[in-house]
C-alpha cells in the first residue's frame, strides 16, 4: 500500500547542530509540505513543493531549508538547530490538482 | 493571506451530546474547506471536507455546513463517543490553485463517558 512515511520518529540534538528530517511517500504525489506544529499554534507551514527542483518557502520557514531532488522524497534541514525549533514536524503529501493531503507520522524534535 | 479563526479552543462533552465546531476565513476566493482529527500522538487524518458550491454534507455522525456569505464554516459530531476525543482542526484553501490550506489552531474534544 502507498503510504508517507518520516525518520527519525524522535531526535534530541544540541543546540547549534545541524539536523535532517526525512520524508518519503510512495503515493507518486507532486506536491510535499513540511509542517510544524506547536500548542496552540495548529499547523503552520514550513516549506512545499509543487515538484522536481520546485521549493517554496512558508509562513515560518526561517532557519529551514529543503531541496526536492526525485518526486518521493522532501528532506528537511534546520541548518543551525535552535531551542526554538523544539517542536513535532509533520511531512504531507498531495496529489496535482487536489487538495486533500496525506500527513506522515511525525517526528519529535527536541533541541536542547 | 488567508486567516482562519477557530472556537472553542476545548469542548467537554458527555458521552451522546452534539459537539460543534466552528470556523471562519478571511479569504472569499477560498472555495474547499476540510476537517482534520488528530488522536493524541498521531498523525491528521480528513474526516471530512466541503466546497463552496455546496452548503452541507453529512457522513454518518459528522456533518459540516459552510455559509460563504458570512464567511465561516462548522462541525458538527451527533451522538458524540469517547473514541471522538480529539484535537480538530479546519482549514481552507484557495481557488487560485496553490492547494495549501491554512489551517486553525485546533479544537481539543473530549468526550466523557
Known amino acids: 500500500d502507498a503510504e508517507i512515511t518520516q525518520s527519525p520518529r524522535h531526535k534530541i540534538i544540541e543546540t547549534g547542530r545541524q539536523v535532517t528530517l526525512a520524508c518519503h511517500q510512495t503515493?507518486?504525489?507532486?506536491?510535499m509540505f513540511w509542517y510544524r506544529q506547536d500548542l496552540g499554534h495548529g499547523l503552520r507551514l514550513i516549506h512545499y513543493?509543487?515538484?522536481?527542483?520546485?521549493?517554496n518557502k512558508g509562513e515560518v520557514s526561517d532557519g529551514y531549508s529543503v531541496s526536492r531532488s526525485n518526486t518521493e522524497d522532501l528532506p528537511l534541514t534546520l541548518e543551525s538547530a535552535a531551542s526554538s525549533q523544539t517542536s513535532v514536524y509533520f511531512c504531507?503529501?498531495?496529489?496535482?490538482?487536489?487538495?486533500?493531503?496525506?500527513f506522515g507520522p511525525g517526528t519529535r524534535l527536541t533541541v536542547t | 493571506g488567508e486567516n482562519v479563526e477557530q472556537h472553542p479552543s476545548t469542548l467537554s462533552v458527555q458521552e451522546g451530546d452534539s459537539a460543534v465546531i466552528k470556523c471562519t476565513y478571511s479569504?472569499?476566493?477560498?472555495?474547499?474547506f476540510p476537517w482534520y482529527k488528530q488522536e493524541l500522538g498521531k498523525r491528521p487524518q480528513l474526516i471530512i471536507d466541503?466546497?463552496?458550491?455546496?452548503g452541507e454534507k453529512k457522513d454518518q455522525r459528522i456533518a459540516v455546513t459552510l455559509n460563504k456569505t458570512a464567511k465561516h464554516f462548522s462541525l458538527h459530531i451527533t451522538e458524540t463517543q469517547p473514541e471522538d476525543s480529539a484535537v480538530y482542526f479546519c482549514?481552507?484553501?484557495?481557488?487560485?490553485?496553490?492547494?495549501?490550506?491554512?489551517f486553525g489552531r485546533g479544537t481539543s474534544l473530549i468526550v466523557h463517558p
Open positions: 504531507a503529501s498531495s496529489g496535482a490538482g487536489a487538495y486533500e493531503q496525506y
Open positions: 482549514a481552507a484553501a484557495d481557488a487560485g490553485g496553490s492547494y495549501i490550506p491554512t
Open positions: 466541503i466546497r463552496s458550491n455546496v
Open positions: 513543493s509543487y515538484g522536481v527542483h520546485d521549493t
Open positions: 503515493w507518486n504525489h507532486n506536491n
Open positions: 479569504d472569499s476566493a477560498s472555495n474547499y
